[in-house]
């Protein structure tokens, strides 16, 4: 007892019994507390689509140079009352709308002469699980000479373009658009082949809210043959579109819309048109890689020598050709590797003496896990087609073609691409303002490319975009009740 009064009577000793008591309390009160409560064996819900926004950054124009925006609703299954509508970015509420009567209608902005506001497409209740939007450029004269299309884009908060380039006669221009009413911040971060190459312009770049951002790759890396342009959203999420322009003094070269694309261990890139010549890139990002390149070809795959193991230093972009490989012929592309990889195509055609060349690039997309849509195929010179390929089992798909206000069909075509193959579909089109469906009906999975191109004196125009699946529905996790907590 002595000693236990000594021990009392020291200064630090009722700080310590204090302490002991508050852990006694402390530990009591989480005994007793109820656990979290969730339903039992809850899994995710999945659940239709309520609405859907698309982005449209590609609204340059010129006296030659137009631009054009379409958007529309396809009449899928699950598609029954909604609203649509195609509208002008602005920060005051003030742009002009216009509203899409009914599924299968499609209505069209056309920007001419002088540059315009992107363009927003939204759509609301079931309406939203067949809404489409796209975007072309063309300009059939000068230097400007091309044809480029592309979806409109879904806002994103990372992405890739791969195949831009900064050398003389090459122009490309970052499109970056927020339709958040909060400024954004985004970071542009450049690789060539030796590697990352340091660029301040492209750190922190600020896109105003409800505005859009044009970043020009030669500020960003001069000099540059190929790139690789990674767009990360420090803060908000932002629609990235590419639009590139090539000319040797007067002489145009071509016009590209390059897509945005994903890192992944198996990269398929559906379509490569008959072409003059064709290279594919090839970067890992996080690691060094070891690929495998093969071609899906009309009659089966191939592996071309010397690409059975390809090596990649990570974050050094590199060339590889394609064209011997190619020898003239159309192909799709998969590239599998052991870790990561983005992969892109670039390519030339047309180019004889009496002829102008055209350049185009694609990129590694996504399987059509559900209906792709097309929206506003125009009718007159210009030709349609889709490139499909299955680089594993067998695929079916079938193709609808709507005439503007149908929600019918004017001609439904079914296609069995074999396993390990692609193959080309002409998709005819009588009447302006048409809409394709693309829809995986059974077997493997299936990769799908647009296909347009235009005939004239000086030779024909090619443009190419991926076709993407619709989202009709959304996964909703189950959620868990913590009794005790609260919002503060």
């Known amino acids: 007892m002595t000693g236990l009064r000594a021990f009392l009577r020291r200064p630090w000793a009722t700080v310590v019994l204090g302490a002991v008591a508050a852990l006694l309390v402390v530990g009591a009160g989480w005994a007793f507390l109820p656990g979290p409560t969730t339903t039992p064996d809850a899994e995710p819900v999945v659940e239709p689509v309520a609405s859907a926004e698309l982005l449209c950054p590609i609204t340059v124009a010129t006296d030659a140079l137009v631009s054009t925006v379409s958007a529309g609703v396809a009449p899928v299954p699950g598609v029954a009352d909604g609203t649509a509508t195609l509208a002008t970015l602005s920060q005051d509420a003030s742009g002009a709308q216009k509203p899409i009567a ?17 363009r927003i497409a939204r759509a609301t209740g079931s309406w939203a699980a067949g809404f489409g939007a796209d975007q072309t450029a063309r300009s059939g004269q000068g230097a400007s000479r091309g044809l480029a299309v592309s979806p409109c884009a879904r806002p994103l908060t990372d992405g890739w373009l791969v195949g831009g380039s900064s050398a003389v006669g090459r122009q490309m221009q970052v499109l970056l658009v927020n339709d958040d009413d909060r400024p954004s911040q985004v970071d542009l971060l450049v690789y060539g082949t030796d590697g990352e190459i340091a660029s301040p312009a492209g750190s922190g770049v600020v896109v105003p809210a409800l505005s859009r951002s044009v970043v020009r790759l030669a500020a960003l890396a001069p000099g540059q043959s190929i790139t690789a342009v990674h767009v990360v959203a420090r ?5 990235v579109s590419a639009l590139e322009t090539a000319a040797n003094g007067l002489t145009p070269l071509g016009m590209s819309a390059l897509p945005v694309t994903q890192p992944s261990r198996t990269v398929v890139i559906p379509d490569i048109p008959a072409v003059r010549d064709a290279h594919l890139l090839l970067l890992a990002p996080d690691d060094d890689a070891t690929a495998t390149v093969r071609l899906l070809t009309a009659d089966g795959a191939i592996t071309p020598v010397g690409l059975e193991s390809v090596a990649l230093d990570r974050e050094h972009l590199r060339s590889l050709s394609l064209t011997d490989a190619l020898a003239g012929g159309a192909a799709g592309v998969v590239v599998t590797a052991d870790t990561p990889v983005v ?3 670039v390519m030339t055609a047309g180019g004889t003496t009496a002829t102008f060349t055209e350049m185009e690039t694609t990129a590694g997309t996504a399987a059509l896990t559900a209906p792709g849509i097309v929206v506003g195929l125009a009718a007159g010179s210009v030709r349609h087609g889709v490139g499909l390929a299955a680089p594993t089992d067998d695929a079916v798909v079938r193709l609808d073609v709507y005439a503007a206000g149908s929600t019918s069909p004017v001609s439904t075509r079914t296609v069995t691409v074999t396993g390990g193959t692609s193959v080309r579909v002409p998709v005819a089109v009588t009447q302006p303002g048409a809409m394709l469906v693309v829809t995986p009906v059974s077997g493997g999975p299936v990769y799908a490319t647009r296909e347009l191109t235009e005939l004239g004196s000086r030779g024909f125009m090619l443009a190419l975009a991926p076709i993407l699946p619709l989202r009709a529905s959304t996964t909703v996790p189950p959620v868990a009740q913590v009794p005790g907590s609260s919002l503060s």
Not at 235 to 239: K, P, T, V
Request: glycine share 8%; charged share 15%; aromatic share 0%.
């Open 102 to 118: 009914a599924p299968g209608s499609v209505v069209t902005d056309t920007i001419s002469r002088k540059p315009s506001s992107p």
């Open 235 to 239: 803060s908000g999420r932002i629609a």
């Open 343 to 345: 992969a892109a195509v």
